[in-house]
């Protein structure tokens, strides 16, 4: 049974940081692109980052520059470390594993950055 636990989510001040987690298992994790969305509320899931098996990184929107995503294939997990977090984060983020044929989605850890 596949699973992909996110964790770490919380409410932060704005200007803070939170790293967050997404635990894999039943899956062979390092062949898997792994891609973190968010959610706001009202708002589509969109993307925030992604890394690939070998590493390469990549940024979508306004999380470029203060968000890092990176994998430990030891753990099965991918992190994002958000700092200078802004109200306009706070949302949903959910991890998404995807390889040829394959796509599954974790159920999400809620992120509010409020004073």
């Known amino acids: 049974q596949v699973q992909l636990v996110e964790s770490g989510g919380g409410l932060v001040q704005p200007g803070g940081s939170l790293r967050l987690s997404c635990a894999a298992s039943g899956i062979r994790f390092s062949i898997y692109s792994m891609t973190w969305y968010r959610q706001a509320p009202g708002k589509q899931r969109e993307p925030v980052a992604g890394?690939?098996?070998?590493?390469?990184?990549n940024y979508v929107g306004s999380g470029e520059g203060r968000f890092t995503i990176s994998r430990d294939n030891s753990k099965n997990t991918v992190y994002l470390q958000m700092s200078s977090l802004k109200p306009e984060d706070t949302a949903v983020y959910y991890c998404k594993a995807q390889s040829a044929g394959s796509l599954y989605w974790g159920r999400g850890t809620q992120v509010t950055v409020s004073s």
């Open positions: 890394i690939t098996p070998s590493g390469t990184t």
